[in-house]
Every structure is written in C-alpha cells, then in structure tokens.
C-alpha cells in the first residue's frame, strides 16, 4: 500500500506538532512588554465598557485586543494565552502554503518548520504581543496575492487583509505595501478595489480615533516619530547579530544565492522590514520577524534546483537546530513575569473595587488586578503629589521592570511590605502607601 503526503497531510502534521509545542509553554512566561495594555483593553471591551485602559481610551490599533476580547469571553481571563498561539498556528500554515507554490512540499514543509522554530518567533508567539498576528495577515496578504485567478473577491479580500494587518499594527500597512505597488505598476485597475476595501475596514478606526484624540490614527508610539533613525548604531551593534544568531547561520549564505529578479514583490517587502526596523528609535530584534520567513524562502528557491535528498538533509539539520536553540534559550535565558500575575490577583481578591495602584508594570497589574492603576512618575518632586492626588493606596514595586525610577525603589525599601512574591527569577512587593485610607484587610 502506497502512502503519499498530500498538502493537507503535511498540514495537519504542521497543526499537531505546532500545537503540542505551544501547549507545553503557555502561559509559563505571563504578560510582557504592552501585552497587559493589550489584554486590559480586550477585558474592557467583552465587559461593555468600551476601548478604554484605567478610564483612558485605548491608544493602539485594535484588532489584537478584539481577538482577546473574544477569547476572554470564551474561556475566560486565561483566554488571553490562547489568542497569539492561535496565530502562530495559522502563521506556520500560511508559511507552508506560501512555500509551496515555489518548492516542492517536502522543502515547504521544513521550510515552515525552520521558521516556527525560530527561538525569536516561538518565543514571541506564547506572549501577547502584536507581532505574530501581524505576521499572520500579512502572510495572508501575500498567500492571496500569490493567488493566480484575477477576480474582485481576490482584491475584495486583499483590500480587507491589508487593513486587519494596518489594524493589528501601523508597520502592517508597510509590509503590504509592495503589493499595491505591484498593482499599480501593472496598471491594474482594480488595485482601486484593494484600496477601496483597505479603507472601509479602516475607517471605523480612524473616527474613532478623530473623536477620542483629534487624529484619525492615533498611536502610544507616536511620540517616537520625531527620533526616527537616531539609535542606528544599536541596530547593527545589537539588533541585526541577535537577529542574525536567531538564523541557522548556513542557510544565510543560501538566502543570498536565492534571490532572483522575479521576487521582486517579496524582495521589496523584505526591504521594507529591514528598513522600519533601521529607523525606529525602539531597537528590538522582534522587529524583525518577519526576516526569518523571506530567509527561509530565498535559501529554499536556490535548494530546490540542488539534489533532493541534500536539500531536504539540509533542512532537516536547520529545523533541528533551530529546535535546540529554542529549547534553550527558554530553558536558560528567559523571564518568567509571572510573579506579577500573583500580585495582581492578589490586588483583586484582597482590596476594595475602588482601591488605587501605583506601579511602573501597571499594563500587567491593571489587568490582573482590575484596580485603577497610576504610573510611578519619573521626577522625584511629582511623587509625593502623585501619591496624595489621586489618593493611591498600594504601591507594587518588582524587579522586572527596568524603568521604575531609583529613588522609589530606594523610599519602599524602608517600607515593610504588605506581601511578597519571590521565585528565582524575581521578586514583587507590594506596600500600603503612606497616604492609605481605608482597605478590607485592616478589618
């Protein structure tokens, strides 16, 4: 009996192995970076009270905390660590059938595996940050330019597609760009239809944004837009060697010898990201994410032309050691935040509905804890004013976040904590404010 791999084989091969893998992660490693922010603004929309972060309206685009939203709505606060999973599950698909319209399926397959298991993209895709949902679009975008009919839903869906992915994050409208540009040197006329479609997903965003910040695309970011280009030094010193490390360092020479005129579209969209991640003030190697798949796609174009059982060694080797090199680096070089997911449980089942926080990871504990939440001011003379406006009863000071200001880690030391929290990756306290009121544990 013979037995062939088919595309939905090796699909639902990717599904099982992708799924097992994530599974045994979630939710070690609790919320970073603005995934709070994020998950903040999901709870308040499934609990009607609108787009809102501790009273404020929301200032990121919104699709990531309506995927949240949907999810704590369905399984509840812990809804929120299936969500990223769940597009990086979608993600590794959309980067197998990609692959596969221009290499064979055994090389797609490996080619899709090297990428989930880039330590950089695993790890961000067990935490609730935007990346990997942008990813997941703007693949979509692409598999669907790659699409050979020519039809209006074909640009009805592209257009959509390209505004989720502006949705998920402003760069989104970036990546994408390419394939306008395509169109319209084709001098494509129903390219009207993509932008057309891009703009009525768009537009609800946009007036809401209008009403709430008097700007049609407003973003917590955007303060950064006047330093564009000015930490240049950083990206070649540390964010390009990180995110080359993150590569099995064969298969770059590879991605080089792949290149070819008629990528152009893919090419440009490489450009691109290398190019936003050059200029942005914020120098993080998750900026370069989406690197990983066009390396994967250039070094596969120029293997497909080489004998078939040492390509796909090749690829064996690299989806091996990207493996390894993601098992340790979770192993050894990660921080668990989940400490704070403690603390701000603790805030919800120990303090008053009303009761105000003041810490410098207030994403997270304001999720947790579901408390009105304060940032600790960096200017020593706003503290004690801080303190007494707005009345604050708690303080969490921790020790993962690197932004709380010196003289208030210094003024809570001589503070006896109310509780602590410790593991040996860090340690959280939190402590009465000198300006306490009232709160349910002095009775």
């Not at 699909?11 to 070690?28: D, E, K, Q, T």
């Not at 990609?98 to 989930?116: D, H, N, Q, T, W």
């Not at 009303?354 to 706003?382: A, C, E, G, W």
Request: glycine share 6%.
């Amino acid at each position: 009996m013979n037995f062939t791999m088919t595309r939905n084989r090796y699909i639902l091969i990717l599904i099982i192995i992708s799924v097992i893998s994530l599974a045994y992660y979630v939710p070690h490693y609790g919320l970073i970076y603005d995934g709070g922010l994020y998950a903040s603004l999901g709870y308040s929309l499934i609990s009607g009270n609108g787009y809102m972060f501790s009273g404020y309206p929301g200032d990121v685009p919104p699709m990531l905390p309506l995927f949240l939203a949907l999810f704590i709505g369905i399984f509840g606060e812990n809804g929120i660590y299936l969500v990223v999973p769940l597009f990086s599950v979608v993600h590794v698909i959309l980067c197998f059938l990609i692959l596969e319209k221009r290499v064979p399926m055994e090389l797609a397959f490996l080619g899709s595996l090297y990428v989930f298991f880039t330590p950089i993209i695993f790890y961000d895709s067990i935490n609730v940050i935007r990346e990997i949902p942008l990813l997941t679009f703007v693949m979509a975008s692409y598999l669907v330019f790659l699409w050979k009919d020519n039809s209006y839903k074909k640009h009805v869906l592209l257009g959509v597609l390209i505004g989720v992915s502006f949705l998920t994050k402003s760069v989104g409208v970036l990546y994408t760009s390419p394939i306008i540009f395509y169109y319209l040197i084709k001098l494509e006329k129903k390219v009207a239809i993509n932008i057309l479609s891009s703009v009525l997903i768009v537009l609800p965003w946009a007036l809401w944004s209008y009403s709430h910040f008097q700007t049609p695309f407003v973003s917590h970011s955007a303060y950064l837009l006047p330093q564009m280009g000015s930490n240049v030094i950083t990206y070649f010193t540390r964010t390009l060697p990180i995110f080359l490390l993150g590569s099995f360092i064969p298969i770059l020479p590879l991605s080089i010898l792949g290149m070819k005129k008629s990528e152009k579209t893919l090419l440009l969209f490489g450009f691109f990201v290398f190019l936003s991640a050059f200029l942005w003030p914020v120098q993080e190697p998750r900026y370069l994410l989406a690197g990983y798949f066009l390396i994967a796609y250039l070094a596969l174009l120029y293997l497909k032309d080489k004998r078939k059982n040492i390509a796909i060694a090749f690829m064996v080797i690299a989806v091996i050691f990207q493996f390894g090199a993601t098992v340790s680096v979770l192993q050894t070089s990660v921080v668990s935040y989940g400490l704070l997911d403690e603390a701000g449980h603790w805030l919800k089942d120990n303090t008053d509905e009303n009761s105000t926080v003041m810490t410098q990871s207030f994403r997270q504990i304001h999720f947790f804890s579901h408390r009105k939440i304060y940032q600790i001011p960096q200017d020593q003379q706003l503290f004690q004013k801080t303190l007494e406006k707005y009345q604050i009863e708690y303080v969490v000071i921790d020790s993962y976040e690197k932004t709380t200001p010196k003289y208030a880690r210094e003024f809570f030391e001589e503070l006896e904590p109310i509780v602590t929290f410790k593991d040996q990756g860090g340690i959280v306290n939190i402590y009465r404010s000198p300006y306490y009121n009232s709160s349910k544990i002095d009775k």
